[in-house]
């Protein structure tokens, strides 16, 4: 009898190196090797594995090419959505600016008429403008170097005259705005009106519970770096629905708010249509939500509050409301 006499087809390898192979996958490569389920020797398995090797490495270099092929398609977008989130940010942090007096400190942004860029407007919340005592507040604007720093530039704007406040403020929200007035050669970087989320806006965007946003402000006051940049943090949409805007006029966001935020930007970037990669303004910060709890000793009480990290924002509809009664 010769060597080969009785040997099993190739397609009989073939088949055993299956087996093999899905006996090491049951409960781990080498736990398995070694098992009596397999009963073949070890010339056996060399015959077996050899048979299905070309399978197995064409499947693999398959997978590869599938995942390589996802990679280039989907990379180019994720990096696309990371460089144009970052694009709108960068805008509106430029027109965000610290606004304080003796009496108050809080947050504020710029925007200028599109068909009059030179009427630029100063929004903030009103309590904020109504908090400040006397004729003057400071308005902390940057300068750019000519080497990439930033200076720190305090300017006094006139919020009233005697009396007389300068700002208008909404009839029912609590925002304010101010017709800008400053010494000529100042530079007021700002945004165009357009940028203040409409209702269609919002529908268009997706934009309701658990929708991502992002704000800038100075909480309890503080600032970025000794230019006096904004503070960035990030939330999402805690309530429900959002549209109509007239009948919901505001919003919760879960993102921790303190003195100082009041007035700051609340926005997203714009993911769909020509204006895809730009900044929408959807509200501004007013207030923090927080639970008060009155404790009764023999000889004392206190008043203890509770943050509960979530923020009230009125939706930009209203600023736009206020934009168009100042005269």
């Excluded at 805007?245 to 007035?263: I, K, L, N, Q, W």
Aim: hydrophobic fraction near 45%; proline fraction near 5%.
């Amino acid at each position: 009898m010769s060597c080969c006499e009785g040997a099993p087809p190739p397609q009989f390898w073939e088949n055993r190196g299956t087996n093999v192979l899905a006996k090491w996958g049951e409960g781990g490569l080498f736990e398995n090797f070694a098992s009596s389920a397999v009963d073949l020797s070890g010339e056996e398995m060399v015959r077996a594995v050899l048979a299905i090797l070309p399978r197995a490495v064409y499947a693999v270099t398959g997978m590869n090419l599938i995942t390589l092929s996802l990679a280039v398609v989907l990379l180019p977008l994720a990096l696309l959505a990371t460089v144009r989130a970052d694009v709108a940010a960068v805008s509106v942090m430029n027109c965000t600016f610290k606004l304080f007096n003796h009496d108050s400190t809080a947050t504020c942004f710029l925007l200028h008429d599109e068909k009059d860029p030179k009427r630029i407007f100063l929004a903030t919340a009103a309590h904020v403008l109504e908090k400040a005592t006397g004729n003057e507040a400071i308005l902390v604007l940057r300068e750019r170097k000519a080497d990439g720093t930033y200076v720190r530039k305090d300017v006094p704007v006139k919020i009233r005259e005697g009396e007389k406040a300068l700002w208008t403020k909404h009839k029912e929200e609590d925002i304010s705005v101010m017709l800008l007035k400053v010494k000529e050669g100042i530079k007021l970087p700002s945004l165009p009106t357009s940028v203040l989320a409409r209702e269609g806006d919002l529908k268009d965007e997706e934009f309701t519970v658990c929708s991502k946003v992002w704000m800038f402000g100075y909480p309890a006051r503080m600032e970025a770096n000794g230019a006096g940049f904004p503070i960035a943090r990030n939330g999402s949409i805690a309530s429900y629905p959002l549209v109509p805007v007239e009948p919901h006029r505001t919003f919760m966001a879960d993102c921790s708010t303190y003195a100082g935020d009041s007035g700051g930007p609340v926005f997203i970037t714009r993911q769909k249509g020509e204006s895809a990669g730009q900044p929408l303004l959807v509200g501004m910060v007013v207030a923090q939500y927080r639970n008060d709890e009155k404790l009764k000793m023999l000889h004392e009480e206190r008043l203890i509050r509770h943050r509960l990290s979530l923020g009230k924002v009125v939706q930009a509809e209203f600023i736009r409301q206020t934009i168009a009664g100042v005269k």
